[in-house]
């Protein structure tokens, strides 16, 4: 199968750099990697940003990136791009009916679907769309702090109506995007994926006790609807315990970050500035080893469309406790693989905290199984297998088995 992803503005590229890659940019470059692997090509589309950078590069056998002119070939934040979105897919059109059509396209992001469609329609190419991030919610928890831009999320709503199908990366995703119009029959389930031999638990690790120590991490970019404050908050009733906050600018850029430096204040408000470390931004490489020194990974945000660090933990056998928002409904499994407690809530995940590190059986059990579960269901593999089923599915000589195809992979659809 020839595969295009169109991902504007998050080149998968990015990702061996580290500094620039953020969620997205990771997911498309692993994703088409693992699809590649299973014997399809693909090409990623995403806007060129620099004048120096070819048209096409290799990221791995079978894939290759290419650079689309639109717009100046500059960096431009992503909420900037929406202007060029019409050049965007009249290139990609162009070339298309110049090198052949592909047999389908996966546009990433909001902005990505608008330039597929403009380019797939008339070539009568099938489109799927992965949005990654909805602006209805996004406007919902950040109100006048949303930079989106004007009518977001209109497009949104137009976008996954005019597209084949629209996989979500988790149910809670479902509902939103049924409120959207978007319609149940055409939506699948898929997650995002995690990379289970790189994330993986240390052999002959035991998340029991340590002597001495009561190691609590939390991961993600310093922003505030990432609830770190809370886990901050919370740390005042788990005694002997501390928390490590891996993400945001290098350590030696912390004192100059806003969000840090409001955490620490919160700290010392808290009365546990001696027990909060920020450790900067963690390299990928750097991560696993991370994940396996924590005896509990909190995840604590107001909203969180997927949140890939609590697969990542559960990859590496540690438990997490996190809010019960967005993907975290999906991918931790409350009293399986971790716990569940609602969002801005100190108290409650003060004594989710504390059962866990109370009880050293039942953290082991809880973090192999979490191990399990990435590997069952959140493996790239699997996952590149489900995507391509909703592919498959879209082609018109599959189309009398489009139903055992999807129930043999485990897609699922809108619950």
């Known amino acids: 199968m020839r595969i295009a992803m169109v991902s504007e503005h998050a080149s998968p590229l990015a990702v061996l750099g580290g500094v620039d890659a953020g969620g997205q940019n990771v ?19 995403t806007r060129r940003d620099d004048p120096g950078l070819p048209e096409a590069v290799p990221l791995a ?21 929406l202007p060029h979105m019409d050049a965007f897919g009249r290139w990609l059109g162009a070339r298309w009916a110049r090198t052949g059509r592909p047999d389908v396209v996966h546009a990433h992001f909001w902005m990505s679907g608008l330039a597929a469609l403009r380019a797939a329609g008339p070539l009568g190419v099938p489109v799927v769309q992965t949005f990654h991030a909805l602006g209805s919610v996004k406007r919902r928890h950040q109100g006048a702090a949303d930079t989106s831009p004007a009518g977001r999320v209109e497009a949104e709503a137009a976008v996954g109506r005019r597209a084949d199908v629209v996989v979500a990366t988790c149910s809670d995703e479902v509902a939103e995007l049924g409120r959207l119009g978007v319609p149940a029959a055409r ?71 806003p969000e840090a430096q409001r955490l620490l204040a919160v700290a010392r408000e808290a009365g546990v500035a001696d027990r909060v470390h920020l450790l900067g931004g963690v390299g990928h490489e750097d991560m696993p080893a991370l994940l396996r020194s924590a005896d509990v990974v909190v995840a604590a945000p107001w909203y969180e469309p997927f949140g890939i660090v ?5 990859a590496c056998g540690v438990p997490v406790v996190g809010s019960a928002v967005g993907g975290l409904l999906d991918t931790v499994r409350h009293g399986v693989t971790g716990t569940l407690v609602p969002p801005r809530d100190p108290a409650a995940l003060a004594e989710a905290v504390r059962d866990l590190l109370d009880d050293d059986e039942r953290r082991a059990a809880y973090g192999r199984a979490a191990r399990r579960a990435a590997v069952a269901h959140y493996a790239w593999d699997r996952v590149a297998a489900r995507t ?16 055992a195809a999807l129930a043999g992979t485990g897609v699922v659809g809108a619950r």
Do not use: I, N, W
């Open 61 to 81: 056998p079978g894939v290759q990136v290419v650079h689309v002119p639109a717009g100046p070939p500059s960096a431009l934040p992503k909420d900037d791009l």
């Open 27 to 45: 997911h498309v470059a692993a994703l088409a990697t693992a699809l590649a692997r299973l014997g399809h090509t693909v090409e990623v589309y």
């Open 388 to 403: 391509a089923a909703v592919y498959d599915s879209l082609l018109p000589a599959a189309a009398p088995a489009r139903t």
């Open 310 to 314: 609590p697969v990542e933990a559960a």
């Open 187 to 257: 939506t699948r389930v898929v997650p995002c994926g995690v990379d289970v031999r790189h994330f993986s638990p240390a052999r002959g690790a035991q998340h029991g006790a340590r002597p001495g120590s009561r190691r609590l991490l939390a991961v993600g970019r310093l922003v505030e609807r990432k609830g770190v404050d809370t886990v901050v908050r919370a740390l005042a009733d788990v005694p002997g315990a501390d928390l490590r906050v891996a993400g945001g600018p290098p350590p030696d850029r912390l004192a100059d970050d």
